[in-house]
């Protein structure tokens, strides 16, 4: 029989105007790693470990959770055709293919897509916007994953 309650700890509070020092001389007396961080409202305004101290102090701490790659959200392919997962920001759409997408309504190149399709597109489908055109490569039965963009030629530029 296995009792958690046997493990478990009381969560440790500091307020978000707590100093760094403090709060690494805090851990180290009660051999804690991490606190909850809350605001004068008595609210949780997020969480905080020894890590995060001492990488305030030292700068940057790899460990084996540093090692993962953020993955390629754009690239470009032989001829032209640009694959764009849905998350990239449209700053970066617009930087990378010369567009000139508004992020003043969405912050990704899916959430403009998907409200030009006014449906959750399927893969296969396809809109055009603009100069470019949108193909759906990867969807699942939440949100579009993938497209691939082509530059039209038929399109007035600008």
């Known amino acids: 029989h296995f009792d958690i309650r046997a493990i478990l700890r009381p969560a440790v509070l500091i ?6 020092n403090v709060l690494l001389e805090e851990f180290r007396l009660t051999r804690n790693h991490m606190a909850l961080v809350v605001n004068e409202y008595g609210g949780v305004a997020g969480l905080v470990t020894i890590e995060d101290v001492l990488e305030e102090i030292v700068g940057e701490i790899d460990d084996e959770h540093d090692d993962e790659v953020e993955p390629e959200l754009m ?3 032989p001829g032209g055709d640009w694959l764009v ?3 990239t920001p449209i700053e970066d759409f617009n930087e990378h293919t010369g567009a000139a997408f508004s992020d003043e309504e969405y912050d990704t190149v899916g959430g403009v897509v998907t409200s030009e399709f006014g449906h959750l597109p399927e893969v296969g489908e396809q809109v055009a916007i603009g100069e470019y055109l949108f193909h759906v490569t990867a969807a699942d039965d939440r949100r579009v994953q993938q497209f691939r ?3 039209r030629s038929d399109a007035p530029a600008g």
């Not at 307020?15 to 760094?20: A, D, F, I, T, V």
């Open 15 to 20: 307020p978000e105007s707590m100093r760094l």
């Open 75 to 77: 690239h470009q392919q």
């Open 85 to 87: 997962s849905a998350l």
């Open 149 to 151: 963009v082509t530059r």
